[in-house]
């Protein structure tokens, strides 16, 4: 168990591993903003992606002749 405790303490000493660590903490925070994004624009996304679809069965029947 000392050990362990021991390498993870060295893995805060070296810059390194502190680095990694603020990588991993921006990828998180914008993994989170992402989600917020996402939740906040679902609706949006939604009928814009609703929009196209139709548009598509549109020119794809048009071109069918139905």
């Known amino acids: 168990?000392?050990?362990l405790y021991k390498k993870f303490k060295q893995l805060f000493k070296r810059e390194e591993g502190?680095?990694?660590g603020e990588y991993a903490l921006l990828?998180?925070?914008i993994a989170v903003a992402l989600v917020i994004a996402i939740i906040g624009?679902?609706?949006e996304i939604s009928n814009t992606f609703n929009s196209a679809t139709n548009q598509?069965?549109?020119a794809n029947n048009q071109a069918s002749g139905t």
């Open 1 to 3: 168990m000392g050990r």
């Open 18 to 20: 502190v680095a990694m």
């Open 27 to 29: 990828l998180a925070l």
């Open 41 to 43: 624009f679902r609706n």
């Open 56 to 58: 598509m069965q549109n």
